[in-house]
């Protein structure tokens, strides 16, 4: 029986130690006054706002006839409703509260604050 050269056909598998979770993602963090997103929210192509303008009628149409049709599921009526009345007078506030009695929240961060942004 020939003995192989085990280290002959081993590849290196070794790999750098892992750097801290916290070291990695402060390398890939953006830097103060860089944009995650330098090019901003893409613009809709003007031909589809065009589209949606002339149709946008019609769809408020077939909104109104859902929610007041009385043959419509009770779940599509009130979802229809709450888009006309979203459209109209805009979304509720939703306020933020600490408690049943509307107190306000207080938060409190211990330790050194300039340790948080490194």
Do not use: H
């Amino acid at each position: 029986m020939v003995a192989k050269d085990e280290g002959a056909n081993k590849q290196d598998n070794t790999k750098p130690a892992k750097k801290g979770m916290r070291e990695d993602l402060m390398a890939r963090a953006w830097k103060p006054g860089q944009s995650g997103n330098p090019s901003g929210r893409p613009k809709m192509p003007v031909e589809l706002k065009e589209m949606l303008k002339r149709i946008a009628p019609e769809m408020f149409q077939v909104v109104i006839d859902i929610a007041k049709d009385p043959k419509s599921k009770p779940s599509d009526r009130i979802k229809a409703s709450e888009i006309l009345i979203e459209r109209v007078y805009g979304k509720a506030a939703q306020p933020i509260c600490g408690d049943e009695e509307g107190s306000a929240i207080v938060v409190k961060l211990q330790g050194d604050l300039e340790s948080w942004g490194k």
